[in-house]
């Protein structure tokens, strides 16, 4: 290996390399030898993916050495306080890559530093899950553009310091990829590729453990394929499920996560992780042999591409997840990046209830993210929002765990006496009465309602919802994302039904097309996209000025002496204690001010708070005792800091 590496890289890379091969030896056999040590020789199979690694090395090309040599020495790159993420199809935001170049101030304007494009990668033609069905992992959309293009705009991005991510569907291809048709076509060594059984004997027993993710739009876990047999399609039937017992699959894997990076990607969302692996008699989520694929995948990668992280998008529950961040018994490198869904549950769930007690609970049991990963924190995403209340968490926060779910399924889709949300059930099933919510944040929080009835106190009270909310998605401790249009405070499209391709799947709703027109008024702070606009850009500056609320320091949820306040406080071994209250009932609140010295806060500064006035405080007289907006000081009266209806204030010691 020695001789190879110096002869394809030269002395000095070639030492670089070496020395990570070293580093990342025990992180590369362990996995391996656990996962394929029965079905081949694993030395064999090692040498043959180091090689890989070591020609994806010697085509990087020499810009994306220079990020690598960076984040070397900066491994916390992805946990600073600048890090914040926007959210975007390329074509519903830009119509193409092309397009999405000419937006970058935009993204500059908004404080991004880290972009996730939606699936880009070619989709079959036709219905694709949102490009979540991949026909080729070497080309991109060519309604997009090309890989050219896509290599121009992550050189873009590095020049404006922002980070690219890009999805990685590796769960599943779509039935059009060339494996599968030449499985179709009987040739060798393509059936081993995915999950395919000759009758229902197998599918029938797994299905006795399986859960379904989609059982109204795609019921069953396996498809009847005629000259194959029963194909595993945990999503949808034209999404097949990849055989990872099967090394050749995780080599091709791994040469498509090594050839993204080489084109400039520093962020792979490795879509539907848990799924990797499946063993009877379990739900086939979270097995053992999923995280050891990621742990290979990611010292593989490492490897060749030192400055590409890992983000796993694996909505399960919060113990389940933190394993994904390489909290097993020990800690064991595995992604770099995870999506705190909890999180994003808990605060809907807190603003439907106007209660925080069971969100506090919750999010004070929790494992934290080990010191050299992080959280993405998220208010909204393209998917559903899945109601994820344990029942054992409801009780302990005195709520019946199902009651409190079909409640929240209601509240969003409207139809709960007062509600003020606007979304709709997704995969609603009527039978056990749970379903998912669909959505715009903007919709979520009322914005949609109050416009429709004319209510301009019900419409600042709304936007004061949504800042609120996102406030805690900047502070919570991890990368924030701006889910595309919340920054405008786009509401539902309402022609999602419109195209066909699209029509049974509500989740459409909360996909819309960028509206620039909207976006032109952005400066305006007396229209809504203003207010918003504005009120999110302030949190992303906020958000910068403080270390505390970079990754790697801890979060913990204090009592706040009120139902309808969270508190919660940020800590960093660097720097001045960070407090966080926020208001979640509709009425003007107050905080035990004893939550300052429980925080640790002793001379506490107010570094931020509620931008959007309320109606319920004319915004020139402040009652004393309030948190005033943007003043730096803090009154307390009697003993107690008054937070405004919706309202919240961030505090720092010095
Ligand atoms: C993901 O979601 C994507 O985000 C979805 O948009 C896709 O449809 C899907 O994969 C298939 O590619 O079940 O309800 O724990 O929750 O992978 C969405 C992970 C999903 C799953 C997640 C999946």
Same mark, same amino acid.
């Given at each position: ?21 070293? @580093? ?34 010697? +085509? ?8 690598? *040599?960076? *984040? ?27 397009? $999405? ?46 890989? &050219? ?24 291809? /779509?039935?059009?990829?060339?494996? /599968?048709?030449?499985?179709? +076509? ?22 006795? @453990? ?41 080599? /091709? ?62 909505? #399960? ?71 994820? $209340? ?8 005195? $709520? ?66 949504? &800042? ?34 699209? +029509? ?60 309808? #306040? ?75 800091? &008054? ?12």
């Amino acid at each position: 290996m020695e001789d190879e590496a110096r002869s394809r890289l030269g002395a000095a890379e070639a030492d670089a390399f070496l020395t990570r091969l070293e @580093t990342l030896t025990f992180d590369i056999t362990g996995p391996l030898g656990r996962l394929y040590g029965d079905v081949t020789d694993v030395g064999k199979l090692t040498t043959e993916l180091v090689l890989d690694a070591l020609e994806a090395a010697a +085509a990087r090309p020499p810009e994306l050495r220079r990020l690598d *040599r960076r *984040r070397e020495i900066d491994p916390a790159w992805f946990q600073r306080s600048r890090m914040i993420g926007y959210v975007c199809y390329a074509d519903r935001f830009a119509g193409s890559l092309r397009g $999405v170049r000419e937006h970058l101030d935009y993204l500059v304007e908004l404080g991004v530093s880290y972009l996730h494009l939606m699936p880009l990668l070619r989709p079959r033609e036709g219905e694709s899950d949102g490009g979540y069905a991949v026909a080729d992992y070497g080309q991109t959309d060519p309604r997009v553009g090309t890989m &050219e293009d896509l290599g121009d705009l992550a050189a873009d991005l590095h020049q404006r310091g922002i980070a690219l991510c890009v999805d990685l569907v590796l769960n599943h291809t /779509a039935r059009e990829h060339e494996w /599968a048709r030449k499985a179709v +076509a009987g040739e060798p060594g393509y059936r081993e590729m995915y999950l395919v059984y000759p009758d229902r004997t197998e599918p029938d027993a797994y299905e006795r @453990t399986l859960p379904e993710v989609f059982p109204d739009i795609a019921p069953g876990s396996f498809t009847e394929v005629p000259g194959l047999g029963w194909v595993w399609t945990s999503f949808h039937e034209y999404q097949w499920d990849l055989n990872y017992a099967n090394p050749a699959v995780f080599r /091709a894997m791994l040469r498509t996560m090594l050839d993204l990076a080489n084109r400039g990607i520093d962020v792979l969302r490795l879509d539907a992780a848990p799924f990797l692996w499946k063993r009877m008699g379990t739900d086939c989520q979270n097995q053992p042999e999923a995280h050891l694929l990621v742990q290979a995948f990611r010292a593989l990668t490492r490897l060749a591409a030192p400055g590409l992280a890992l983000k796993a998008e694996a909505i #399960v529950s919060p113990d389940l997840l933190a394993q994904y961040l390489g909290a097993h018994d020990r800690f064991r490198p595995e992604c770099d990046l995870a999506y705190d869904n909890q999180l994003m549950v808990m605060l809907w769930s807190s603003l439907a209830a106007r209660d925080v007690r069971l969100a506090a609970h919750a999010l004070s049991r929790r494992r934290p993210a080990p010191a050299p990963t992080s959280w993405v924190t998220y208010v909204r995403c393209h998917d559903d929002i899945g109601w994820a $209340v344990s029942d054992q968490d409801a009780a302990a926060a005195g $709520v019946d765990g199902p009651a409190h779910r079909r409640f929240l399924a209601g509240f969003y889709a409207g139809d709960f006496p007062g509600s003020f949300g606007r979304g709709a059930r997704f995969q609603d099933n009527p039978a056990t009465g749970d379903a998912r919510t669909s959505g715009m944040a903007a919709s979520l929080c009322g914005i949609e309602a109050a416009l429709a009835a004319g209510d301009p106190g019900g419409l600042s009270a709304a936007i004061r919802r949504l &800042e609120s909310m996102y406030a805690i998605a900047f502070s919570f401790g991890g990368i924030p994302l701006i889910y595309m249009g919340d920054e405008l405070a786009l509401r539902n499209d309402p022609g999602w039904a419109a195209d066909p391709e699209h +029509a049974h799947d509500n989740r459409w709703m909360h996909r819309p097309p960028m509206d620039w027109a909207a976006a032109g008024r952005r400066q305006d702070e007396s229209s809504l996209e203003g207010r918003v606009f504005g009120a999110i850009s302030r949190l992303a500056r906020a958000r910068r000025s403080l270390l505390a609320l970079r990754a790697g320091g801890s979060t913990d949820v204090l009592p706040a002496g009120h139902p309808s #306040v969270l508190a919660y406080r940020r800590a960093h071994p660097r720097s001045a204690p960070f407090l966080s209250l926020t208001n979640f009932s509709d009425v003007t609140q107050s905080a035990d001010a004893e939550v300052l010295a429980r925080a640790g806060l002793h001379q506490p500064v107010l570094v931020h708070s509620s931008t959007v006035p309320s109606d319920t405080v004319p915004s020139d007289t402040v009652p004393p005792g309030t948190v005033p907006p943007g003043t730096g000081r803090l009154e307390l009266a009697g003993g107690r800091i &008054e937070l405004p209806p919706w309202g919240f204030a961030w505090l720092s010691g010095t």
